[in-house]
Nanobody, 127 residues
Framework: QVQLVESGGGLVQAGDSLRLSCVAS????????MGWFRQAPGKEREFVAA????????YYRGSVKGRFTISRDNAKNTVYLRMDSLKPDDTAVYYC????????????????????WGQGTQVTVSS
């Protein structure tokens, strides 16, 4: 079966960096756009970043653009999220997700469009 397993979360101070990893199994990794979402307590799950199959096309929510970098290694079935200049507002559970290729859209920032999800990893940024 399909599994997405995140790692790399933790407790850091504002201004610090973290790199999240998500290893996928049970699917043809290069056929999926890989995304990162996050959910803070009491808030809706929100799109953070996505990378299309080649990794050369990437997309970000505005508040993380320039601070976060999504990348993928198709040989390792792994997607990464490098997070720099972290802020307390970045505190959330971070989820990776896989969206099977479709010609309907270039990428999706809508959680319900994604087919598979990881269990999440907690990121806490203290001020």
């Amino acid at each position: 079966q399909v599994q997405l397993v995140e790692s790399g979360g933790g407790l850091v101070q504002a201004g610090d960096s973290l790199r999240l990893s998500c290893v996928a199994s049970g699917l043809t990794f290069s056929s999926y756009t890989m995304g990162w979402f996050r959910q803070a307590p009491g808030k809706e799950r929100e799109f953070v970043a996505a990378a299309k199959w080649s990794g050369t096309s990437t997309y970000y929510r505005g508040s993380v653009k320039g601070r976060f970098t999504i990348s993928r290694d198709n040989a390792k079935n792994t997607v990464y999220l490098r997070m720099d200049s972290l802020k307390p507002d970045d505190t959330a559970v971070y989820y990776c997700a896989a969206d099977y290729y479709t010609s309907t859209y270039v990428y999706s920032a809508v959680a319900s469009d994604y087919d598979y999800w990881g269990q999440g990893t907690q990121v806490t940024v203290s001020s």
